[in-house]
């Protein structure tokens, strides 16, 4: 007798015999990211066996080569403000199906809920605007026409409460805000905030903002 013995990477095991006649075995894999062996077992007339295996084999697909990497263009956003998540991808089949999930939860590592679409395998940037939450990530998967999944996960981000004035986002209205709007104003260097940064909620961050927070400190 002899056979295929098969194990996925998450140590699940499957054993499939055949009637070997031949000297010869041949397997056709339904599929992959698995490791196998070939299998013989010799067994004389008093019921006595010994087993016999081949050096271990991969088995490999559509998405064993993919290679992914995925960025976001911020650690941190606020409530109400984009954050943006790009990638490259390599090794990828073109009738593979793709699609962007963001997830959003109260606790970081936690998947929470997500918010996701199908998307084509040209495409390389995603924009979220979370509603709640306090952390976040961005997870890319890949579905080929076996039906067999491979994702990628960015790097987790924080989600800051809205907080008119709190531009810096260190939970207090203070002068350093004023700081970073004025270094936003001048120099364009955006602060932790934006959304924060729009004290008075006109829409623009501007000299009127500023005029909020001094308001603000002054009169409490």
């Not at 006595?48 to 050096?55: I, P, Q, R, V």
């Not at 403000?81 to 997830?103: H, K, M, R």
Request: glycine share 10%; charged share 25%.
């Amino acid at each position: 007798m002899c056979g295929w013995l098969l194990e996925d990477k998450e140590g699940g095991k499957q054993r499939i015999e055949e009637d070997e006649t031949d000297g010869t075995a041949s397997f056709v894999p339904e599929s992959y990211e698995k490791f196998g062996w070939l299998f013989i077992q010799i067994e004389n007339s008093n019921g006595l066996s010994k087993a016999f295996s081949s050096e271990k084999f991969t088995i490999t697909g559509p998405l064993a080569s993919l290679v992914c990497e995925i960025n976001l263009d911020k650690d941190s956003v606020t409530i109400g403000q984009p954050i943006t998540a790009t990638w490259t991808v390599s090794g990828i089949d073109e009738t593979a199906l793709v699609s962007i999930a963001w997830y959003v939860s109260e606790k970081p590592g936690e998947y929470g809920e997500y918010y996701g679409h199908l998307i084509t395998v040209s495409e390389t940037e995603s924009t979220f605007v979370p509603k709640k939450g306090n952390h976040g990530f961005a997870s890319i998967f890949f579905f080929d026409t076996n039906g067999y999944t491979k994702s990628v996960d960015s790097i987790g981000f924080y989600i800051l409460p809205k907080d008119s004035g709190d531009a810096n986002g260190d939970g207090t209205v203070d002068i350093m805000d004023l700081v970073a709007i004025i270094d936003y104003i001048v120099t364009d260097t955006q602060p932790k905030s934006l959304v924060n940064a729009d004290a008075n909620g006109d829409g623009d961050v501007d000299i009127m903002d500023l005029v909020w927070i001094i308001d603000q400190i002054v009169g409490g």
